[in-house]
């Protein structure tokens, strides 16, 4: 499997460790989450995972592609609209 990145991934100053880290440690994942902005139809698949130091969990949006590729292209701290879904796993 390929991991790709887009510019925009790092647009929050998260570092792709830390992005790693998060997809890799996932608190929830949502496959298939959202439909993406470009128009393709594509579904980005939604990881909510902890930073490596400090345990602040970070969101992190990724499309698969064809073959077994991962591109992502988000990634921040977690924001308030996608705490209700670690939520209600408690």
Known sequence: ?????????SKHGITRD???Y???NP???EPEFDE???GTGE???LFIGPRRLG???LEVMAHRRAPRDLVVFHAMPLRRKFM???QEEE
């Open 55 to 57: 345990g602040e969990l």
């Open 43 to 45: 579904r980005a698949d």
């Open 22 to 24: 998060a997809m890799q």
């Open 84 to 86: 209700w879904m670690i």
């Open 18 to 20: 830390e992005t790693l």
């Open 1 to 9: 499997m390929a991991i790709r990145w887009t510019n925009s991934a």
């Open 36 to 38: 993406s902005r470009e």
């Open 27 to 29: 608190v929830h994942v």
